[in-house]
């Protein structure tokens, strides 16, 4: 296994964006979480999930018939001020990556492939550098985790769950991004998405979502060490 050089400053950069971003993301997650549990505390339900949040918080802290008294109602407003600054923090965020992505050549290119956002395609280039540093796609995979581990027992070999080395964030975005594609693969027609249909019918969804996510930075890898746009091939 090869490793990856110094990073230049814009590569440290980009990074940078990146985990501070991730950073705001995890606060944000947590703050969510536990304003749900302390309106749980008031017989208060929220659903889960970002989008229902940002719906219902608004018309619980103006219901002033349900049961939530006065002084824990500003401090749910305290919170929920920190909340849309941290949202608005991520979103000042992604705008900036968007931005990033839309000025690097290879990212555009990048982008072309299913399951591929600006997010994977700025922190792959940020974090890699020069792909040609790995000698073929299965290396490249090998370094983002995304390999299985292979366990031998009777002169047989068994293959187990991927073995996580590597960098992690680069790895979580991939498998994010092989599950965006899975939710609408009934609209895909392309080889690539039907091979992860298959997998997902024989093995499950979070089985297809990491090979289809290993399949997408082999091809990543392609790209990038040979400087070629994406191209559909048959299976």
Request: glycine share 8%; hydrophobic share 45%; proline share 3%.
């Amino acid at each position: 296994m090869r490793f990856v050089p110094i990073k230049s400053a814009e590569q440290q950069s980009a990074l940078m964006l990146h985990r501070i971003r991730s950073l705001a993301v995890r606060e944000r997650t947590a703050l969510v979480n536990q304003m749900r549990g302390l309106f749980g505390e008031f017989g208060v339900v929220l659903q889960p999930g970002l989008t229902r949040f940002r719906r219902g918080i608004s018309a619980i802290l103006e219901d002033a018939e349900n049961g939530i008294p006065m002084p824990a109602r500003h401090l749910f407003a305290d919170l929920y001020d920190r909340f849309q600054q941290l949202d608005a923090k991520v979103n000042d965020y992604d705008k900036k990556i968007e931005l990033m992505a839309t000025q690097s050549e290879a990212a555009q290119r990048l982008r072309k492939l299913g399951g591929v956002g600006a997010k994977i395609a700025t922190a792959i280039i940020a974090s890699v550098g020069d792909a040609k540093l790995f000698k073929n796609g299965r290396q490249f995979v090998a370094w983002l985790g995304l390999v299985p581990r292979q366990h031998s027992s009777g002169g047989k070999a068994r293959l187990g769950h991927i073995n996580k080395r590597g960098d992690a964030y680069l790895r979580t975005l991939l498998i994010h991004g092989a599950r965006a594609v899975l939710r609408v693969a009934d609209k895909r027609k392309d080889p690539q998405t039907q091979w992860a249909m298959q997998v997902r019918e024989r093995r499950g969804n979070n089985i297809a979502a990491v090979a289809l996510a290993a399949k997408i930075a082999r091809t990543i890898w392609a790209m990038l060490s040979k400087g070629t746009e994406y191209r559909v091939a048959a299976i």
